[in-house]
């Protein structure tokens, strides 16, 4: 499968630990997304990278809520301290290269987060 | 006011009908419109997507946008239990971020 993998499918934890979560985008895609959907809601932007460098972070990341993409190939995010309000699906999304002529974001299954 | 206003339906309709999802956007800077369906519990999957206004054809969709009216559709014919899902919206910022509706939920039935 080529496709965008994230990492864990699913994840419950306890208010006040850290849980970090993995995405994997499709290999020649050098731009990687971040977004957060909530139950009957779209998803909404968190941040996203071109290759290692973060060029956007939407105010719904608190600074509780860190993202790295070390070496512009596989993503993390990492949230402290979780609260009951964090729990949600987290989505990864890539895209090819800016003016390679598309736009599409494909994305992974997600990572559904409950936070007891 | 949201950026992307979607009916979140739901939206029943028989097997066989043809079914129109709509959205409405503020932002007139947008160029690319994004049509995601989502099945239950997994990721967005693109259907398609058009530039500016117009019409664009896939199969038994087609996607079309008013700039004018700042309106988007999305049109299934011969609709099947199949298409049962959310269907997502979303006018691409840019070159960047996505900026999705609600979602219209559709449910087919035999």
């Known amino acids: 499968d080529t496709g965008v993998s994230q990492n864990p499918r699913h994840k419950i934890t306890k208010r006040g630990q850290n849980v970090t979560f993995r995405c994997d985008p499709i290999?020649?895609?050098?731009?990687l997304y971040w977004y957060r959907q909530t139950l009957g809601q779209g998803p909404e932007f968190l941040t996203y990278f071109q290759n290692e460098a973060q060029l956007e972070k939407s105010r719904l990341l608190s600074d509780r809520f860190s993202a790295e993409r070390p070496k512009g190939s596989f993503s993390t995010l990492e949230i402290q301290r979780t609260e009951q309000g964090d729990s949600a699906m987290y989505l990864c999304?890539?895209?090819?290269?800016?003016?390679?002529?598309?736009?599409?974001?494909?994305f992974g299954p997600g990572t559904r987060l409950t936070v007891t | 006011q949201k950026e992307v206003e979607q009916d979140p339906g739901p939206l029943s309709v028989p097997e066989g009908a043809i079914v129109s999802l709509n959205c409405t956007y503020s932002?007139?800077?947008?160029?690319?419109f994004m049509w995601y369906r989502q099945y239950s519990r997994k990721g967005p999957e693109l259907l398609m997507y058009t530039y500016s206004s117009g019409n664009k054809e896939d199969g038994r969709f087609t996607a079309q946008v008013d700039k004018s009216s700042k309106y988007i559709s999305l049109f299934i014919r011969d609709s099947q239990p199949s298409d049962s899902a959310t269907y997502l919206c979303a006018p691409l910022r840019s070159t960047d971020k996505l900026i999705f509706g609600t979602g219209t939920r559709l449910q087919v039935f035999p």
């Open positions: 999304a890539s895209s090819l290269p800016v003016g390679q002529g598309t736009y599409e974001q494909y």
């Open positions: 290999s020649e895609h050098n731009r």
């Open positions: 932002n007139s800077a947008f160029q690319y």
